[in-house]
């Protein structure tokens, strides 16, 4: 399976997942992000169509923008929440040992 979403040109909407889906796949998401980005469908289209709270259809997007489209499993999406919520902890401490260091 390919992990690149093409936005350059509108999809079709025979491209486009069944209204009625259920099972929200890496691809049918994937395709929906796309189809709104290159104006198929804008987001309150896509949300209205799909069901889908403006916040659910952000998420799919910004993972994304930030993991590309594997970033849309399940799976993965927790394991990168996991690994943020990390890196932002460390960070924070990080910080927090510079203040301390200041001004000694």
């Known amino acids: ?21 259920k099972r929200w796949v890496v691809r049918h998401k994937a395709v929906v992000v796309a189809a709104v980005r290159n104006g198929t469908l804008s987001l309150q289209e896509a949300c209205g169509r799909y069901n889908l709270s403006v916040e659910e259809f952000l998420a799919w997007q910004r993972s994304i923008d930030r993991y590309g489209v594997p970033g849309l499993r399940a799976t993965r999406l927790q394991i990168y929440r996991d690994t943020d919520a990390l890196l932002a902890k460390r960070q924070s401490k990080a910080r927090v040992k510079v203040f301390e260091g200041v001004g000694r």
Do not use: G, N
Not at 8 to 21: E, I, M, V
């Open 1 to 21: 399976m390919s992990t690149e979403i093409p936005t350059h040109s509108p999809a079709p909407l025979f491209d486009l997942p069944s209204p009625s889906t």
